[in-house]
């Protein structure tokens, strides 16, 4: 049987909780959603507040002041927050990306670092963030290690390639203001033989259970591992994972035994927040972006504006003014619809009222750029 594109996009929608809100613990939701984008420090909220029935954004509060959660620079190369239990697989499991990108870059080599360089400076870092440091105390200590207060982008590229976790601040968003490091208190073998493989596997296994039936270029993407790497793994994964065969005959590897929704399933409107890992986690954007709103909602430099999801597709933006949730529409939306979008805003702008009502405000001068489009008011209560 082939596995048509809406069972897949049911599918994706279903294992990441957008098919229904679920009452869940946050650090349980956390696992089964694998990772959630967080450069913005609102983006893990609104993911959630998108999954969760009731969602209390104090619970995720409390998971990063334990460090249950923790926010540190994983797949894409970029910001995500993801449970701790999961951190050193999947940092392991980066370890060669990581290490590629920025330790090979030139604003890390442009002061005559290597590689080496940095591996020699790493226990040294990882012993003085034991205790959390913020991050004028760790510029200080670069500049005193470097012996000069140029190329503070060489700091940028070792302390995001160092297993280092953001503290925390205590802010609306807990990581918005100062920022602060501490190590990651399970420190990743980086030297010890095989682990980015045996990492891999296991990351693998958990995309597939969040974000599965998927293609072996879904995987490298949603990682940003060599295809090669991700060949090897499926590979050693062997009899682990099924084969299925999905549109146009492309392979699709899944866990065994995982239930797929019917393809008539209905899904409901969502609100989702900027860089929305179903966003990002695919080679072929298809399965939740129609190819003609792409570049539309994901920018040149990979940011993502806030989408409306209808019926399990990207149909528009939206963003908070002053006197609601302007949303507009890429193409015309029932009135059924709209009154659910309108529902989801009321609930939406109740949520962000003790936080920060306007999270993306600083991005409002995309909306210039945007073609025309069907743009309703959506006011709270």
């Known amino acids: 049987m082939t596995l048509s594109a809406r069972v897949l996009n049911r599918a994706t929608l279903d294992r990441?909780?957008?098919?229904e809100r679920q009452s869940l613990p946050v650090e349980e939701a956390l696992r089964r959603v694998v990772a959630l984008q967080a450069q913005q420090p609102a983006g893990p909220y609104l993911a959630l507040w998108n999954r969760l029935l009731d969602f209390d954004a104090l619970e995720l509060d409390a998971a990063y002041a334990s460090y249950a959660a923790v926010r540190s620079t994983l797949l894409r190369i970029t910001m995500h927050t993801?449970?701790?239990?999961d951190y050193r697989d999947f940092r392991v499991a980066m370890e060669p990306s990581l290490r590629g990108s920025r330790l090979r870059d030139r604003r890390f080599t442009a002061c005559g670092l290597t590689p080496d360089d940095a591996d020699a400076l790493l226990p040294d870092l990882l012993e003085f963030a034991a205790q959390a440091r913020s991050a004028a105390e760790c510029e200080a200590w670069w500049i005193e290690r470097l012996g000069s207060s140029e190329h503070p982008s060489a700091w940028r590229m070792l302390r995001q390639y160092a297993p280092l976790w953001h503290t925390p601040n205590g802010t609306p968003w807990s990581f918005e203001a100062q920022r602060g490091y501490v190590t990651a208190n399970v420190r990743?073998?980086?030297s010890e033989p095989g682990s980015p493989e045996s990492g891999l596997q296991t990351l693998i296994k958990c995309?597939?259970?969040?974000?599965?039936?998927?293609s072996m270029p879904d995987m490298a993407q949603f990682a940003t591992v060599q295809r090669s790497r991700v060949k090897a793994a499926l590979r050693a994964l062997g009899d682990e994972l099924e084969q299925l065969e999905g549109p146009n005959g492309i392979t699709l590897y899944d866990l065994p035994g995982l239930p797929l929704p019917d393809a008539a399933t209905p899904a409901p409107p969502r609100l989702l927040g900027m860089w929305d890992n179903i966003l990002f986690a695919y080679a072929d954007r298809t399965r939740v972006i129609p190819e003609p709103y792409r570049k539309l909602v994901i920018r040149i430099n990979g940011d993502s504006l806030p989408t409306l999801l209808v019926d399990g597709y990207v149909a528009g933006v939206w963003r908070v003014v002053d006197r609601g949730i302007e949303a507009t529409a890429f193409h015309s939306l029932s009135d059924d619809t709209w009154q659910a979008l309108a529902a989801e805003a009321r609930h939406l702008l109740a949520f962000l009222a003790s936080r920060d009502p306007a999270p993306y405000r600083r991005y409002d001068h995309w909306w210039?750029?945007?073609p025309a489009g069907e743009t309703h008011m959506l006011p709270g209560d």
């Open 16 to 19: 990441q909780l957008l098919l």
């Open 82 to 85: 993801v449970h701790a239990d």
């Open 188 to 190: 990743p073998v980086l």
């Open 207 to 214: 995309y597939l259970a969040g974000f599965g039936p998927a």
């Open 368 to 370: 210039n750029k945007l």
